[in-house]
T-cell receptor, first 109, second 114 residues
Framework: RKEVEQDPGPFNVPEGATVAFNCTYS??????FFWYRQDCRKEPKLLMS???SGNEDGRFTAQLNRASQYISLLIRDSKLSDSATYLC??????????FGDGTTLTVKP | DTEVTQTPKHLVMGMTNKKSLKCEQH?????MYWYKQKAKKPPELMFV???????INESVPSRFSPECPNSSLLNLHLHALQPEDSALYLC?????????????FGQGTRLTVV
């Protein structure tokens, strides 16, 4: 089993749709959680850190469920510019960070 | 624009060449990372430097040799690479070690080994 697993893509949604991605992790000692966005042939950029209490930034909401060992990302009112690959990152307390394989989102007009 | 600068942006090298990738950040971050990314795959961690000391080496072959001359610079020396080493090499930095704070990535060096 992979240390970090993401929903297989691709997700193709119309503009304005709500879309949710999940990411599960196997190491219960995992300490920090992030969602990154990577555009084609570009570097990953931090989208959101994920906190136990959940956090929201505009149209984006991230949540952490430690009991079930997953994190989620919800995008509301999708825009064309949201098309990208979304990567979850999980860091253990030993300092090792692992990226999920990524989920590709395409928002269509 | 990224605040982590990588040079060169593109590199083509032969299997007998020696080359170096460079990474620079001036954000005062104390942790710096090298990642390797193949097409349609996520970044894979290679090395972590924390406070200028190598803290993690993910069993990377010795043909890749990292160097951290100071807190702002990170190099990756390449020697006797194989064609399968062709990939995007990403440098990142974060305020603290172990990517448990926000990490900033450079634009990467796209390496082709011929």
């Amino acid at each position: 089993r992979k240390e970090v697993e993401q929903d297989p893509g691709p997700f193709n949604v119309p503009e304005g749709a709500t879309v949710a991605f999940n990411c599960t992790y196997s190491n219960s000692a995992s300490q920090s959680f992030f969602w990154y966005r990577q555009d084609c042939r570009k570097e990953p950029k931090l989208l959101m850190s994920v906190y136990s209490s959940g956090n929201e930034d505009g149209r984006f909401t991230a949540q952490l469920n430690r009991a079930s060992q997953y994190i989620s990302l919800l995008i509301r009112d999708s825009k064309l510019s949201d098309s990208a690959t979304y990567l979850c990152v999980v860091t253990t307390n030993a300092g090792k960070s692992t990226f999920g394989d990524g989920t590709t989102l395409t928002v269509k007009p | 624009d990224t605040e982590v600068t990588q040079t060169p942006k593109h590199l083509v090298m032969g299997m007998t060449n020696k080359k170096s990738l460079k990474c620079e950040q001036h954000m005062g971050h104390r942790a710096m990372y090298w990642y390797k990314q193949k097409a349609k795959k996520p970044p894979e961690l290679m090395f972590v430097y924390s406070y200028e000391k190598l803290s993690i080496n993910e069993s990377v072959p010795s043909r890749f040799s990292p160097e951290c001359p100071n807190s702002s610079l990170l190099n990756l020396h390449l020697h006797a690479l194989q064609p399968e080493d062709s990939a995007l090499y990403l440098c990142a930095s974060s305020q603290q070690g172990h990517l448990n704070t926000e990490a900033f990535f450079g634009q990467g060096t796209r390496l082709t080994v011929v």
